[in-house]
C-alpha cells in the first residue's frame, strides 16, 4: 500500500515539489530510495548518501533532494524546468531502510505523487472594429486549452447575458515548439453594449478577462467613415470617367 497519496499542480518553466515524509528519524547512511515515473524511469535516486546513480538522462538536472532534511525522513524531491510532456504524470517514492549488519529491514512504496501541469494565459487583448461591428479578443501562452466565453450587456439593463457558442467565433491553436495555445475569438455586436472576453483555465481555476464598451458615437463614428470613403472612391470614379475623355482629346 501506498503511505501517502498527493496531488499537485506545477507552472510549466517552473519547480516543483514532489512531497514524501517517512515520518520517522533515519540514519541517511543506511537509505536507499529512489523516485520514478509511470513509465519507471527514474527521476532521482539516493543509496546510501550516493546521488543520482541510477536516475535516467531524462531527468538529467532536474531533480534533486533535501539531504539535510533526510535523518528526519523527508524524502521529497524537487523536480525543475516543469514541462507539458510532464502532464498528469504519476511519480512513486520507493525506500529502504538498512541495519548496522547491512540487512534490508524496510521496503515500501512509500508514496504517489500526480502531477498537473499549466501555464497563466496573459490578460487578453480587446479590439473592437466598429465598421464590421466586431470585438476581437486574443490571448496566449497559457495551458491547458481553456474555455473561452462571452458576455454581453446592454447599458440600459441591469443584467447581462452570456452568449451560446453558436453565437461565436473561436479558434484556439497549439504551438508545436512551446506546447503552449493561442486563444483568437470574435462576436458581433451592437451599440450601447459592454462586452466582456473571458478565458478560463481549468487546472488553475483562473480567468483572465478585458471588458470594452460600446458607444453609439464610436458606432456612428465608424459608419460615418465608411460612408465618406464610400463617397470618395464614388468621386474619384466620377472624376476619372470625365477627366479621361479630355485627356484624350
Not at 484556439?172 to 451592437?190: A, C, H, K, M, R
Not at 459592454?194 to 483555465?201: A, E, G, I
Request: hydrophobic residues 35%; glycine residues 4%.
Amino acid at each position: 500500500p501506498v503511505a501517502s497519496e498527493h496531488l499537485v499542480t506545477g507552472i510549466i518553466g517552473a519547480s516543483i515539489l514532489l512531497p514524501c515524509d517517512l515520518n520517522l528519524s533515519i540514519n541517511p547512511a543506511r537509505l536507499r530510495f529512489h523516485w520514478q515515473d509511470h513509465s519507471d524511469v527514474v527521476l532521482y535516486s539516493f543509496n546510501k548518501g550516493v546521488e543520482q546513480e541510477y536516475q535516467n538522462k531524462l531527468y538529467t538536472n532536474r531533480t534533486n533532494a533535501f539531504q539535510v532534511e533526510m535523518s528526519s525522513g523527508n524524502i521529497s524531491i524537487k523536480l525543475s524546468q516543469v514541462t507539458p510532456q510532464d502532464n498528469k504524470n504519476t511519480y512513486w517514492a520507493f525506500a529502504s531502510l538498512f541495519d548496522s549488519n547491512d540487512q534490508n529491514i524496510h521496503v515500501t512504496k512509500e508514496c504517489q505523487t500526480t502531477l498537473l501541469v499549466a501555464a497563466r494565459f496573459l490578460t487578453p487583448k480587446l479590439t473592437v472594429n466598429y465598421k464590421e461591428m466586431n470585438a476581437m479578443c486574443l490571448t496566449q501562452g497559457g495551458y491547458p486549452e481553456p474555455k473561452v466565453t462571452w458576455t454581453i450587456q446592454d447599458l440600459s439593463q441591469p443584467q447581462n447575458c452570456t452568449l451560446d457558442p453558436r453565437e461565436v467565433q473561436t479558434n484556439i491553436t497549439l504551438d508545436p515548439e512551446s506546447g503552449l495555445y493561442t486563444v483568437w475569438s470574435q462576436v458581433n455586436f451592437t451599440e450601447n453594449q459592454s462586452v466582456t472576453c473571458q478565458v478560463f483555465n481549468p487546472i488553475l481555476r483562473e480567468t483572465v478577462s478585458n471588458t470594452t464598451i460600446i458607444c453609439t458615437s464610436k458606432v456612428q463614428e465608424g459608419l460615418s467613415i465608411g460612408v465618406i470613403v464610400g463617397i470618395t472612391l464614388l468621386m474619384l470614379i466620377c472624376v476619372g470617367g470625365i477627366i479621361f475623355p479630355v485627356y484624350k482629346q
